[in-house]
C-alpha cells in the first residue's frame, strides 16, 4: 500500500517482470516477453491497456484505505512461417495461456501485497497469407491491491 492515487502502473510492470522471468529459463522459455510492442518474436507476450477501479474499504473514512481492482490487457502473439492452418497458431497460443495460468496460479502474490485473482476476460483473432500464420489472443488479467490516497 504506498501514497499513490493507484497501483495499476505497479501491477502491470510486476506482471510483466514475472512473465519475463519464466521467459529466462523457466515455464515460457521461447516465449519473448515484452512490456509493450517490440521486435515480436515467433512467440510473444506483451502488454497493453490497463484500467482500474476502486472501492472504500473502511466506510467511515472514504479515501483511507480503498480496494482497488485492476485489469491488465496482455497479448499472446504466436507467428508459424510458412503458413499454416490457423488451429495451429491458435494451439500454439492456448499453450503459451496455459502456462500463464500456472505462473500465476503458483504463485498468485504480486509484488508484495497485490494480487492475481484471475482471468475477467478475453478474445482472439487472426491473419493469413501466404508467408504466415498469426494468432493473437488477449486476456485481461484481474489484480486486486488495496491503495490509501486520503490520508
Known amino acids: 500500500m504506498t501514497g499513490a492515487i493507484t497501483r495499476m502502473d505497479e501491477a502491470c510492470l510486476a506482471v510483466m517482470d514475472r512473465l519475463a522471468a519464466e521467459a529466462d529459463g523457466g515455464l515460457l522459455q521461447g516465449v519473448q516477453v515484452s512490456y509493450g510492442v517490440a521486435d515480436l518474436g515467433l512467440k510473444s507476450v506483451y502488454g497493453g491497456s490497463a484500467r482500474f477501479d476502486q472501492q472504500s474499504a473502511i466506510a ?74 498469426v494468432s493473437v489472443h488477449s486476456l485481461d488479467l484481474l489484480i486486486e491491491a488495496y491503495v490509501s490516497w486520503g490520508v
Open 60 to 133: 467511515e473514512q472514504p479515501g483511507v484505505l480503498n480496494l482497488e481492482r485492476i485489469v491488465y490487457t496482455i497479448y499472446i502473439r504466436c507467428v508459424r512461417r510458412p503458413a499454416c492452418d490457423v488451429r495451429d497458431t491458435d494451439a500454439d497460443a492456448v499453450a503459451v495461456k496455459t502456462v500463464i495460468a500456472q505462473i500465476f496460479s503458483r504463485n498468485p502474490k504480486l509484488a508484495g501485497d497485490m494480487t492475481w485473482i484471475g482471468v475477467s476476460n478475453g478474445y482472439r483473432d487472426y491473419s493469413r497469407n501466404e508467408l504466415e500464420t
